[in-house]
């Protein structure tokens, strides 16, 4: 039971991006106690959330994720392109 456990918090910290994102470099970010992986593909990101945490409530992961987004591409979200759960999220950015 024991390195079922070790097992799980180490595989919590993974963060690989599926296969779109593929060959991209993360760019690891921390928001408000939460940290993220965000990969960038054009105008597409996702961001994984890295770090265990006990139920955590998806608006405040997503707002989390928002301004991790914006701050590793330097772009703003698109509104309304936002999709995902407590652990990965997809969105699309516009960039100057």
Do not use: H, K, W, Y
């Not at 996702?46 to 955590?56: D, F, G």
């Not at 987004?69 to 995902?84: H, K, N, V, Y």
């Amino acid at each position: 039971m024991v390195r079922f456990i070790a097992l799980c918090l180490c595989l919590a910290a993974c963060a690989s991006p599926s296969p779109r994102f593929q060959g991209a470099t993360p760019t690891r970010v921390s928001v408000a106690g939460m940290d993220f992986a965000v990969f960038r593909s054009g105008a597409e990101v996702e961001a994984i959330r890295t770090n265990a945490m006990p139920i955590p409530r998806q608006r405040d992961v997503f707002r989390n994720a928002i301004a991790a987004i914006e701050q590793a591409t330097g772009c703003t979200l698109r509104p309304r392109s936002m999709t995902g759960d407590a652990a990965i999220i997809r969105a699309s950015v516009d960039c100057p």
